[in-house]
């Protein structure tokens, strides 16, 4: 599946803000949900922050990256998710912070 627009969602135990987040930013409408991510970087949340965020029905396809405990951060998250994107040779990327 073609990924040209990349959401990234930095967390960290954000289950109690996720779902707000999340809903807002699909329902935005700005972008074609066939080639737009939404893509949760989790630094080890304890309280089912990604979890919540792959059960939110979406218009847009969902992934998690979870970047571990150690070294947690915002800005490990958001390089995770810029390499992410790179990966997938997307064309756009934004980042919403969760809380």
């Known amino acids: 599946m073609e990924t040209r627009v990349v959401i990234g969602l930095p967390s960290f135990n954000e289950a109690d803000s996720i779902q707000f987040v999340t809903e807002m930013v699909d329902q935005i ?20 922050t990604s979890k919540k965020f792959l059960n939110l029905p979406t218009r847009c396809r969902k992934e998690v990256i979870d970047t571990g405990e150690e070294n947690r951060g915002k800005g490990k998250n958001l390089l995770a998710i810029f390499k992410w994107a790179k990966q997938m040779d997307a064309e756009f990327v934004a980042t919403i912070d969760t809380d």
């Open 29 to 48: 409408g700005m972008f074609d949900p066939k080639v737009c991510v939404l893509l949760n970087a989790d630094s080890g949340s304890t309280d089912g």
